[in-house]
T-cell receptor
């Protein structure tokens, strides 16, 4: 089983749509959670951290359910510029490690 | 945010040659840098954690003699792919943490723009 699992997509949505991405992680000792965005042939860039209380940044809302080991990202009012791959990322600290584990990403394509 | 650069951005080499990739933190000192590899349509896979002044920590399955890491200063880590073969063709990305960024950024990593390696 992969440590971080995501639906690979692609999600093809029209502009203005609301789209939700899900992610599950296997290591209950994971401590921090993030969503990164990666454009084609580019490095990943931090979109937002994810907190247990849920957090919002403009059109983006992230949720974390530690009991279910489940993370979500909601994008409202999709823009063409939102087209990218969204990576669910978990930070694991333990056994002398402090490292990020990446999901394979969910691809989003927003069309006019 | 903190800036990380990589050089070169792309490289094409013949099979059997060695390739060195540099990763620099431009506006902060990084005691720890990370090297990732990403194959097409796959996730970033951590190869190794580079520690300034000490040996790198390699992930399981990554050959330390093939992927040489040197972290000689607080702003520079290098990855050398020795005797590269076509299967080593990939997107190599480094990242670094800014230890002075405070508790809220403790786990955040800043990524370089990546190096695309093609081995013929």
């Amino acid at each position: 089983r992969k440590e971080v699992e995501q639906d690979p997509g692609p999600f093809n949505v029209p502009e203005g749509a609301t789209v939700a991405f899900n992610c599950t992680y296997s290591n209950s000792a994971s401590q921090s959670f993030f969503w990164y965005r990666q454009d084609c042939r580019k490095e990943p860039k931090l979109l937002m951290s994810v907190y247990s209380s849920g957090n919002e940044d403009g059109r983006f809302t992230a949720q974390l359910n530690r009991a279910s080991q489940y993370i979500s990202l909601l994008i409202r009012d999709s823009k063409l510029s939102d087209s990218a791959t969204y990576l669910c990322v978990v930070n694991y600290r333990g056994g002398g490690y402090n490292k990020l584990i990446f999901g394979a990403g969910t691809r989003l394509a927003v069309h006019p | 945010g903190a800036v990380v650069s990589q050089h070169p951005s792309w490289v094409i080499c013949k099979s059997g040659t060695s390739v060195k990739i540099e990763c620099r933190s431009l506006d902060f000192q990084a005691t720890t840098m990370f090297w990732y590899r990403q194959f097409p349509k796959q996730s970033l896979m951590l190869m190794a954690t580079s520690n300034e002044g000490s040996k790198a920590t390699y992930e399981q399955g990554v050959e330390k003699d093939k992927f040489l890491i040197n972290h000689a200063s607080l702003t520079l880590s290098t990855l050398t792919v020795t005797s590269a073969h076509p299967e080593d063709s990939s997107f190599y990305i480094c990242s670094a943490r800014d230890p002075a960024g405070g508790p809220s950024s403790y786990n955040e990593q800043f990524f370089g723009p990546g190096t695309r390696l093609t081995v013929l």
